[in-house]
């Protein structure tokens, strides 16, 4: 391993990894801009995300992790209807899919 990484020292092309380095700094921090335009008093950017949720009694209850895309959702309401149809009582588990939005807004004092 040492043979390898003193090779590669003698051999690597400094200037040309660190152009090609500053371009990803930059690529990055061009990428974050275009993400997030923030609105007027807006503080940060819109998140969405999405969560399978159980029926227990008459009120809804988080079911779990909270997943970045409804198909990642999808699966995971999939996997838990098979595993687990219903309560120790026999009565079928309610679950249903939700996606939760958060905005963060500035507020003058």
Same mark, same amino acid.
């Given at each position: 391993m040492?043979?390898a990484?003193?090779?590669?020292?003698?051999t690597a092309?400094? +200037?040309?990894l660190?152009?090609a380095?500053m &371009?990803h700094?930059?690529?990055?921090?061009?990428?974050?801009?275009v993400?997030?335009? +923030? &609105?007027i008093g807006? #503080?940060? +950017?819109e998140? *969405?995300r999405?969560r399978?949720e159980i029926?227990d009694?008459?009120?809804?209850l988080?079911g779990?992790? #909270?997943?970045?895309n409804?198909?990642e959702?999808?699966?995971?309401?999939q996997?838990?209807?098979? &595993?687990t +149809?219903?309560w120790?009582d026999?009565t079928?588990? &309610?679950?249903r899919?939700?996606?939760?939005t958060?905005?963060?807004?500035? *507020?003058?004092?």
């Amino acid at each position: 391993m040492y043979d390898a990484l003193n090779t590669f020292q003698q051999t690597a092309d400094w +200037p040309q990894l660190r152009l090609a380095q500053m &371009r990803h700094h930059l690529a990055e921090h061009i990428a974050k801009e275009v993400a997030f335009t +923030p &609105r007027i008093g807006q #503080a940060h +950017p819109e998140s *969405k995300r999405w969560r399978v949720e159980i029926l227990d009694g008459e009120e809804w209850l988080p079911g779990g992790t #909270a997943f970045t895309n409804r198909a990642e959702a999808v699966a995971h309401r999939q996997d838990l209807d098979a &595993r687990t +149809p219903r309560w120790a009582d026999g009565t079928p588990v &309610r679950r249903r899919i939700v996606q939760e939005t958060t905005q963060y807004t500035v *507020k003058e004092a």
